[in-house]
């Protein structure tokens, strides 16, 4: 629910009030007009709405949900070395175009080994629980066991040897072209997934979707979280050469928006998750699934999320927001 603010800002004409910024509840924020939004990582930035000005100055605040929360700790990305078999130009045309792009020599055997036993010693010591199904779709069925990792140090800390493929994925990212008008940032959290080997399997569905405003419940017109990069590597050093193994990424390339099975996608592309293979795509656009897994199947998921970058006023100095709708 929203909270209602008694207090009032000082009502002011000058353009500098517009990015006035003051702190609600443990969160930074930044006035915009008669919008209270969320301030980011970078301030050059465009965070989503999380209240509004009252005419008498008064601030209705909505609070802040887990997505919005996700953008707003997420930080900028770091770049790093990217390896010659990354082939930017070719991945930023791919994941534009709305496919997904396969990095097949993302990792050697030995990283592969190494960040295995660690996903493995977590297993063993029942740190991975069965994950949510209420992501994004209204109805999601999954059977995979996951853990989640904090990437900059704090608690969970990631596995060292995990940390580095998380790294890597991280800096591939922030040397990729696209996307055009917005920044992404890195999510404090990336995540681990297990499918055991017994059938465990993702139906279709979509990292982001457009969802119904609060305003017309007929519509779908913002979307629901604020990731836009879905970037996956595969840590399997054995198994997945025969497609009796299962567990194949299932991409149905064109399905309509609205289609949640895959039946009006014009190609089917499956992507084995043999170890050292990682994926890139577009977590708004790709419809994809798991099939079911006959093999124990261990991915590092990361979800790169994006805010629009604020629009400088020709002859002025003040940056002003983009009008694209976001979760709200």
């Not at 991975?128 to 779709?137: D, E, F, K, Q, R």
């Not at 017309?216 to 979307?223: E, G, L, N, Q, Y």
């Not at 609205?258 to 977590?283: C, L």
Request: glycine share 8%.
């Amino acid at each position: 629910g929203s909270t209602e603010r008694v207090s009032k800002r000082p009502r002011c004409s000058n353009r500098s009030a517009k990015r006035e910024e003051l702190e609600l509840e443990g969160f930074r924020c930044v006035a915009s007009g008669s919008s209270l939004l969320l301030r980011l990582s970078r301030p050059d930035l465009q965070g989503p709405q999380v209240g509004r000005f009252r005419g008498d100055g008064s601030i209705k605040f909505y609070g802040v949900d887990e997505w919005a929360n996700e953008l707003y700790t997420a930080l900028p990305l770091r770049a790093g070395p990217v390896a010659p078999s990354f082939s930017v130009a070719t991945a930023s045309e791919t994941v534009a175009a709305g496919m997904p792009w396969t990095w097949h020599a993302f990792a050697t055997a030995t990283e592969i080994a190494k960040s295995h036993a660690e996903l493995e010693a977590l297993r063993l010591g029942d740190q991975l629980s069965s994950a949510s199904a209420a992501t994004t779709a209204d109805v999601k069925a999954r059977r995979d066991q996951v853990v989640f990792f904090d990437l900059h140090g704090a608690h969970p800390k990631c596995p060292p040897c995990c940390l580095i493929l998380f790294r890597r994925l991280e800096s591939a990212a922030a040397a990729l072209q696209w996307p055009s008008s917005e920044q992404l940032l890195c999510p404090r959290l990336g995540m681990a997934a297990l499918y055991d080997g017994h059938g465990a399997y993702y139906k279709p569905h979509r990292d982001n979707e457009r969802a119904k405003a609060r305003h017309d419940k007929s519509a779908c017109t913002r979307w629901l979280n604020y990731r836009v990069l879905t970037a996956i590597a595969y840590v399997n050093p054995a198994g997945f050469e025969d497609a009796n193994d299962g567990g194949q990424l299932r991409c149905f390339l064109g399905a309509d928006v609205g289609d949640q099975k895959g039946s009006t996608a014009s190609h089917i592309q499956e992507i084995p998750p043999r170890g050292g293979v990682a994926v890139f795509f577009p977590s708004r656009t790709l419809l994809h699934e798991v099939l079911p897994s006959y093999a124990p199947r261990y991915a590092l998921t990361l979800w790169l999320v994006a805010a629009p970058v604020l629009q400088q006023e020709p002859g002025t100095s003040q940056a002003e927001p983009q009008r694209e709708k976001y979760p709200s």
